[in-house]
T-cell receptor, first 114, second 114 residues
Framework: KAGVTQTPRYLIKTRGQQVTLSCSPI?????VSWYQQTPGQGLQFLFE???????NKGNFPGRFSGRQFSNSRSEMNVSTLELGDSALYLC?????????????FGSGTQLSVL | AQKVTQAQTEISVVEKEDVTLDCVYE???????LFWYKQPPSGELVFLIR????DEQNEISGRYSWNFQKSTSSFNFTITASQVVDSAVYFC???????????WGAGTKLIIKP
C-alpha cells in the first residue's frame, strides 16, 4: 500500500509569488490535513478536509487555502508569499479522523521563500 | 485552552542508556487522544502510539514504553537501552474529539551518542 505522497519535495519561490502543493493520501483515506512546521513556531495545524469539505481551519491568514478532490487528493495554495512562509509543509491522511486511528504523514514539501 | 508541553528541548545520552521524554498536556475535554510521533532527519513523521483518554493502561512495545497518568496530565515516553537509530525529534500531540486537529508539543530532540 503506497504511503502519503507529497509533491514537490522542495520548492523555491520569491516574495509575492504563489505556490500550490499537492498531497495524495493513502488509498481509501478520505481525510487529509495540512500542517506547517517551522523552527520558531513548531508544528501548526492549517486545515483538514474530509470528502471534499473543509471541516476545520487553523489560525492562518486567508492567503492559505486548500481544497480536496473527489479522489481525496488535496492541494494547498499560498498566495502572495512572504518570507515567513518558508517552512516544511506536511500532509497527513487518515480514514476519518485522528481519533479513529493514527495519522499517516508524507515526507513534506520544503518551501523556501526568497 | 488546549496545550502540550515538552519541556525538554534536547536530550543527549550515550548508547544503551535509558531515556524518558516528558509530555504534559492541558485540556478540558473528557474525551481526547494522545499521540507520540518520531521525526528522523528525513522529515517524515512516524507514528509511535495513540492512547485515548479512557485507557490509562501503560504500554510496552519492544524497547519503547509509555506511561499515561491522567492525574498529572502526563504521557511520558521511555526508550530502554537506547540506540543510535533512536536519534530523532520526538513529538507529543493532543487530539480533541471535536475539531479534527492535532495540537503539537514543541518536540524533544534526542541525540544518542555511540
Amino acid at each position: 500500500k503506497a504511503g502519503v505522497t507529497q509533491t514537490p519535495r522542495y520548492l523555491i519561490k520569491t516574495r509575492g509569488q504563489q505556490v500550490t502543493l499537492s498531497c495524495s493520501p493513502i488509498s481509501g483515506h478520505r481525510s487529509v490535513s495540512w500542517y506547517q512546521q517551522t523552527p520558531g513556531q513548531g508544528l501548526q495545524f492549517l486545515f483538514e478536509y474530509f470528502s471534499e469539505t473543509q471541516r476545520n481551519k487553523g489560525n492562518f491568514p486567508g492567503r492559505f487555502s486548500g481544497r480536496q478532490f473527489s479522489n481525496s487528493r488535496s492541494e494547498m495554495n499560498v498566495s502572495t508569499l512572504e518570507l515567513g512562509d518558508s517552512a516544511l509543509y506536511l500532509c497527513a491522511s487518515t480514514s476519518g479522523g485522528a481519533r479513529d486511528e493514527k495519522l499517516f504523514f508524507g515526507s513534506g514539501t520544503q518551501l523556501s521563500v526568497l | 485552552a488546549q496545550k502540550v508541553t515538552q519541556a525538554q528541548t534536547e536530550i543527549s545520552v550515550v548508547e544503551k542508556e535509558d531515556v524518558t521524554l516528558d509530555c504534559v498536556y492541558e485540556t478540558r475535554d473528557t474525551t481526547y487522544y494522545l499521540f507520540w510521533y518520531k521525526q528522523p532527519p528525513s522529515g517524515e513523521l512516524v507514528f509511535l502510539i495513540r492512547r485515548n483518554s479512557f485507557d490509562e493502561q501503560n504500554e510496552i512495545s519492544g524497547r519503547y514504553s509509555w506511561n499515561f497518568q491522567k492525574s498529572t496530565s502526563s504521557f511520558n515516553f521511555t526508550i530502554t537501552a537506547s540506540q543510535v537509530v533512536d536519534s530523532a525529534v520526538y513529538f507529543c500531540a493532543l487530539y480533541r474529539d471535536s475539531n479534527y486537529q492535532l495540537i503539537w508539543g514543541a518536540g524533544t530532540k534526542l541525540i544518542i551518542k555511540p
